[in-house]
């Protein structure tokens, strides 16, 4: 079973640059193209919400929240849209590279640690 949901997460995962090539779209409305940005961010991303260190749950991310996020993301997105651009994917070869994205990604992370550690510090430094 957990080799079958793999098998469907990467099918789902190739897909990706669909997406990516569809936010970009003028047809595609601005909540799609907020949410598709965050979902190729998320899935291109080095960092993953949950690492994949921490047992069975380290896949969880992988195998339901990225997959998931681009169901709906690709049903956001007008048919023609994504049929058009699935044509388009078949021609790039790898991970599109957007260094802005990435480099807001992980401003992102960073402020969220130092967020978390200035709490942390906060609540237990009395």
């Given at each position: 079973?957990?080799?079958?949901?793999?098998?469907?997460?990467?099918?789902?995962?190739?897909?990706?640059?669909?997406?990516?090539?569809?936010?970009r779209?003028?047809?595609v409305?601005?909540?799609?193209?907020?949410?598709?940005?965050?979902?190729?961010?998320?899935?291109?991303?080095?960092?993953?919400?949950?690492?994949?260190?921490?047992?069975?749950?380290?896949?969880?991310?992988?195998?339901?929240?990225v997959?998931?996020?681009?169901?709906?993301?690709?049903?956001?997105?007008?048919?023609?849209?994504?049929?058009?651009?699935?044509?388009?994917?078949?021609?790039?070869?790898?991970?599109?590279?957007?260094?802005?994205?990435?480099?807001?990604?992980i401003?992102?992370?960073?402020l969220?640690?130092?967020?978390?550690?200035?709490?942390?510090?906060?609540?237990?430094s009395?």
């Open positions: 079973m957990l080799q079958k949901l793999k098998q469907t997460a990467k099918r789902l995962k190739s897909n990706l640059i669909v997406l990516y090539l569809s936010y779209d003028p047809r409305k601005w909540y799609a193209k907020l949410f598709t940005l965050c979902v190729v961010a998320y899935a291109f991303s080095p960092i993953d919400l949950i690492p994949d260190f921490i047992p069975i749950l380290g896949y969880v991310d992988d195998l339901i929240i997959p998931l996020g681009i169901v709906l993301a690709l049903k956001m997105i007008p048919g023609d849209v994504i049929e058009e651009n699935k044509a388009r994917a078949q021609e790039i070869q790898g991970k599109p590279k957007n260094w802005l994205t990435a480099a807001l990604f401003i992102v992370w960073i969220l640690a130092i967020w978390i550690a200035s709490y942390v510090y906060k609540k237990f009395h």
